[in-house]
Each structure stands twice: as structure tokens, then as C-alpha cells.
């Protein structure tokens, strides 16, 4: 990775208005598969809102304020596309939107919820990824690409059980499957020696590969399933053209100092907000 290249407006845009592709083909291949048939894009302010299902935790809005000013009557917009469907209004704010975004979203009442780090890699220089994969090779970790309905139906068990600690509950099984159903992205298990122990995903656009769907079983962690998992999919995404990587994680958390090992640097931290239905302490 070139770690002299320097972040800028243009990068970010590229980088959020990829995510917004990746949800509203997300929102396209629910309704098709049938897995969230009222699934909705609502295209506002250069970026969208989703919604998938009712408490769904993809239900959001981003990429708003990337090409440019956001009007009120934008963010009043967004606010009713959630509040029709009984939800709160969320959105997920870059550090490079333009600052009337924000000046509508404090006007509204929104709160911060969360933060999230958004780190990169260009695909230009080749050294710390060949060693990632070089490790990976060698490990005990064998990483596959699922693609019959068995494996996929797998893929969306290990997922939402790594999720969730082993834990995944009726919705979270019907999101993962809903991601695993998905045609427009690559799924890939990992597994150490015959046992199937984690999972990953690859979505790549106009050149930017995103990755994600990152989750171990917790009686696998800490035996480089996501280090395996990671180093594959980049060595793919080069592969097939992409020449810049992104990917997202907790600030502070395991998964970022994982990603760093791999090549990866923090980019921007991105914002949560939400509206809250009701006042706060009402």
C-alpha cells in the first residue's frame, strides 16, 4: 500500500458514493429474492435512504452531502421517508459532507449514536498484501468462494452466529441470509481444516472494492480465519482491476488492528445520528 496518499474530497466521495451502490443493490436483490419484498430506496440529497424491514439494523440513509449543499427540505424529507414506516430517522454522516448537512441535522434534533472507522488500501504497491497472503497460504486456514445454495445457506449461518456470539436469533439468521442471497457480491468461507469457521464478502464497483461480512465463531478466533479471509479477498479485488480497497470497523476494536496488519489505513471516521421518535427523557 502507498501510505503517502493523502485522503481527499474526491477519495471520500468515491468511497460513500460506492456504499451508497452497495445498499441500494442490497434494497434491489432483497425485493427480487423476496427476503424484505418491501425493501425501499429513497434517493435524497446525493445519497439515499434504505429500508429493508421493520427494527432492521441496515435501515439508514447515506452518502448525503457529498456532491454538495443539503436543502432542509432534504433532511425534512428523509425524516418522513423513516417516520411513515414507524422508525426512527438514521443517517451515517461522512467528515467530507458539506456543512450544511450538519447545520439541518442539529436544527432536527438528530443525536450521535456511533462511531464507525473507514480505512483504505491503494492496490498500486503490492508488498504488505503479498505478505498477508503469503501468511495465509501457509496457515491452517483454507478460504473458499460459496456459491450453491448449500454453501451460501452455511455462509449466512457462520455468519450471524459470529455476529452474535454464537447467539444469532430469527432476524439475524433472516439478514444474513438475505446478504447470502445476494448475486451481485462474492461470499467467501473460511475454514480451519475441514471445519467452517468464518466468513467474508467482496462488492466491487467502478474500480473500489468494499469489503465486509466479517464474522468468526467465536471458537475459531484468534487462529487467523479473518486474516485469511482478508487476504484472499484483496488478492482477488487486485486481481480483477480494483485499485482501491475499503473497509469499515468498530474505532479501537480487534477488526481495525487486523486490517491495519493487512495493509489498511484509516481513512475517516464516520458519524451515526439518529432522530429519535420520541424527545430524549420523554
Not at 471520500?12 to 418491501?38: C, F, H, K, W
Not at 458539506?98 to 480505512?119: I, K, M, N, P
Not at 508488498?127 to 503469503?134: G, I, K, L, P, R
Request: contains cysteine; glycine residues 10%.
Amino acid at each position: 500500500m502507498d501510505h503517502d496518499v493523502h485522503i481527499t474530497h474526491e477519495h471520500a466521495q468515491r468511497i460513500e458514493m460506492v456504499g451508497v451502490a452497495d445498499l441500494t443493490a442490497y434494497v434491489d436483490q432483497s425485493r427480487t429474492s423476496g427476503a424484505y419484498p418491501a425493501a425501499m430506496t429513497f434517493r435524497v440529497g446525493g445519497g439515499a435512504c434504505v429500508w429493508y424491514s421493520p427494527d432492521n439494523m441496515v435501515n439508514g440513509s447515506f452518502g448525503l452531502g457529498m456532491n454538495g449543499p443539503v436543502e432542509r427540505e432534504e433532511v425534512a424529507a428523509l425524516i418522513a421517508f423513516f417516520e411513515e414506516r414507524g422508525a426512527p430517522a438514521r443517517i451515517d454522516v461522512c467528515p467530507y459532507t458539506d456543512s450544511s448537512l450538519l447545520r439541518w441535522l442539529a436544527g432536527y434534533g438528530f443525536v450521535a449514536t456511533a462511531f464507525e472507522t473507514v480505512l483504505y488500501q491503494t492496490f498500486e504497491v503490492a508488498e504488505a498484501v503479498q505478505d498477508a497472503a503469503s501468511i495465509a497460504d501457509e496457515g491452517p486456514v483454507r478460504v473458499a468462494l460459496a456459491t450453491t445454495d448449500e454453501e451460501r445457506e452455511l455462509w449466512a449461518s457462520l455468519e450471524a452466529r459470529g455476529f452474535t456470539d454464537d447467539a444469532a436469533d430469527e432476524a439475524g439468521m433472516m439478514l444474513a441470509r438475505a446478504i447470502a442471497l445476494r448475486s451481485d457480491v462474492l461470499h467467501f468461507i473460511g475454514c480451519v481444516g475441514d471445519e467452517p469457521a468464518g466468513t467474508g464478502m467482496l462488492f466491487m464497483r467502478d474500480g473500489l472494492a468494499m469489503f465486509n461480512g466479517d464474522s468468526t465463531l467465536p471458537a475459531w478466533r484468534g487462529r487467523g480465519v479473518q486474516t485469511a479471509l482478508l487476504a484472499h479477498r484483496i488478492r482477488y479485488a487486485r486481481e480483477a482491476g480494483c485499485d482501491l480497497g475499503v473497509i469499515e470497523a468498530s474505532p479501537g476494536s480487534i477488526s481495525e488492528r487486523n486490517q491495519q496488519r493487512a495493509g489498511f489505513a484509516v481513512a475517516y471516521t464516520r458519524v451515526s445520528l439518529e432522530k429519535p421518535l420520541k424527545p430524549i427523557g420523554g
